[in-house]
């Protein structure tokens, strides 16, 4: 079953911006949009945790039609965990989503699915929705296991959780060779990816849920690449990291997304 899904494009800005830098950003990109493209495509922010509160402030003071969260939370629900964000501080800010799972957590803070999966309970606790993040490195896709890899990934982070819980849920797959490399995987393996990750959510979770989950392509997507990712029937937006910095660069991609035919 195929239901209309909204595109989404969501800015990773990953370590990057001061919250000046932050207030400046999400100002122009917004002024650079109309309200029919906010409307097409549902254009969502996602800073470090230090700039939160002044997004927040300018979005909700300007009634923007920008969605924003954060790029991490504590599987946690609050006590002697320091540096750690927990899924509450981040709703008491308003934040509609989450990454979760992203590879540069996997990689360096060694997240394990188990550590993701609790992560994804931790959010939907707080009404957040998570944007989980799959996707392999180059050994696994020179081996030709990428499809396995991914699936595997999905069912570890989703494990327990049932459907009714994960009607909001977006997902991401974002190989990791092609994160911030500039090499973008072609149309044809995102899309291969995707309905792979769809169809499995059909196996496991149902069809009306698999049929209306967003699915993202991340990984180098600039405006240059983003009409062939997003007119594909199982790609549902991108995850923009390095281009989601420059706002008349994430606006163009935004745009892209919005146009009638993606
Ligand atoms: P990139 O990052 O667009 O800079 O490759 C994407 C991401 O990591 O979310």
């Not at 709703?91 to 990689?107: F, K």
């Not at 990428?146 to 819980?165: K, M, P, S, W």
């Not at 997902?171 to 393996?189: F, Q, R, S």
């Not at 990984?219 to 007119?231: L, M, P, Y």
Request: hydrophobic content about 45%; some cysteine.
């Amino acid at each position: 079953m195929i239901t209309a899904r909204r595109p989404m494009i969501a800015g990773n800005w990953k370590m990057n911006l001061s919250h000046l830098e932050a207030i400046a950003l999400v100002q122009k990109v917004a002024f650079s949009l109309d309200a029919t493209q906010l409307q097409r495509v549902e254009v969502v922010v996602l800073p470090p945790f230090v700039s939160l509160r002044s997004v927040q402030a300018l979005i909700v003071g300007d009634q923007l039609l920008i969605g924003y969260g954060a790029q991490d939370l504590s599987p946690h629900t609050d006590g002697a965990y320091t540096g750690d964000i927990s899924g509450a501080m981040l709703a008491g800010l308003g934040c509609q989503y989450v990454l979760v799972g992203h590879s540069e957590r996997r990689e360096h803070h060694h997240e394990s699915d188990a550590a993701i999966n609790a992560k994804l309970g931790a959010a939907l606790d707080n009404a957040i929705t998570p944007i989980l993040c799959v996707g392999e490195g180059l050994p696994v896709r020179s081996e030709g296991r990428h499809v396995e890899y991914c699936l595997t990934q999905l069912d570890g982070a989703l494990a327990g959780l049932a459907a009714d819980r994960l009607a909001e849920l977006v997902l991401a797959y974002e190989p990791v060779w092609a994160i911030g490399t500039g090499e973008v995987a072609t149309p044809e393996d995102a899309q291969e990816m995707c309905s792979a990750l769809r169809e499995r959510l059909r196996e496991t979770h149902g069809a009306a849920l698999a049929g209306g989950m967003r699915i993202l392509y991340g990984g180098s997507v600039k405006a240059s690449n983003t009409e062939g990712i997003v007119a594909q029937p199982d790609v549902d937006g991108a995850l923009v990291g390095g281009a989601s910095l420059d706002a008349d660069e994430f606006a163009r991609i935004c745009r892209l997304a919005a146009a009638p035919s993606s």
